[in-house]
T-cell receptor, first 108, second 114 residues
Framework: TQLLEQSPQFLSIQEGENLTVYCNSS?????LQWYRQEPGEGPVLLVT?????EVKKLKRLTFQFGDARKDSSLHITAAQPGDTGLYLC????????FGQGTELSVKP | NAGVTQTPKFQVLKTGQSMTLQCAQD?????MSWYRQDPGMGLRLIHY???????DQGEVPNGYNVSRSTTEDFPLRLLSAAPSQTSVYFC?????????????FGSGTQLSVL
């Protein structure tokens, strides 16, 4: 059983579309991170959210931490082919626990 | 800027063979860890270390050994490789430790056990 459930697992969209990736749990986390991973490379941290209800923006990416600190979302506006990759959420609960990832493909 | 360096990049083993995956970081990070990544499973923690001389088990430690004799190096040993250990292995480090600090990852080792 995955402590952190990401959805969807796969997403294929056209350039210019918007999308949202969800990261859900029944457990409370002290913080939540989002990583992006490209083929053949290790994950790279995009953002850390710490406070319930917190919203952070990184250019076209908007990250939100749920009020109860059990869930998070990543919204991408006007997706571009360069956004293609595996997006991983990770919750801090003693150790860092990773979701199973969302494979995003943005076609030109 | 080297960061976290893993070697080798690719490895093929036969069942029962042993080998060591190397990991080195040059950021003077106290915390280092090993993860394995399998399709649809995300990253699962194998072993971690909060400083030289200190190691502890993660979620999936069976079949793997680690040691931390220096701050820089954290090798992962497969004692007797099994096909179930076919995976991509990532080493990661951070300054502070386990509670939500930014992890810096190496580029991974793709291991196949036949």
């Amino acid at each position: 059983t995955q402590l952190l459930e990401q959805s969807p697992q796969f997403l294929s969209i056209q350039e210019g579309e918007n999308l949202t990736v969800y990261c859900n749990s029944s457990s409370v986390f002290s913080s939540l991170q989002w990583y992006r991973q490209e083929p053949g490379e290790g994950p790279v941290l995009l953002v850390t959210v710490v406070t319930g209800g917190e919203v952070k923006k990184l250019k076209r990416l908007t990250f939100q931490f749920g009020d109860a600190r059990k869930d998070s979302s990543l919204h991408i506006t006007a997706a571009q082919p360069g956004d293609t990759g595996l997006y991983l959420c990770a919750g801090a609960r003693g150790k860092l626990i990773f979701g199973q990832g969302t494979e995003l493909s943005v076609k030109p | 800027n080297a960061g976290v360096t893993q070697t080798p990049k690719f490895q093929v083993l036969k069942t029962g063979q042993s080998m060591t995956l190397q990991c080195a970081q040059d950021m003077n990070h106290e915390y280092m860890s090993w993860y394995r990544q399998d399709p649809g499973m995300g990253l699962r923690l194998i072993h971690y270390s909060v400083g030289a001389g200190i190691t502890d088990q993660g979620e999936v430690p069976n079949g793997y050994n680690v040691s931390r004799s220096t701050t820089e190096d954290f090798p992962l040993r497969l004692l007797s490789a099994a096909p179930s250990q076919t995976s991509v292995y990532f080493c990661a480090s951070s300054y502070g430790g386990v509670m939500g600090e930014k992890l810096f990852f190496g580029s991974g080792t793709q291991l196949s056990v036949l």
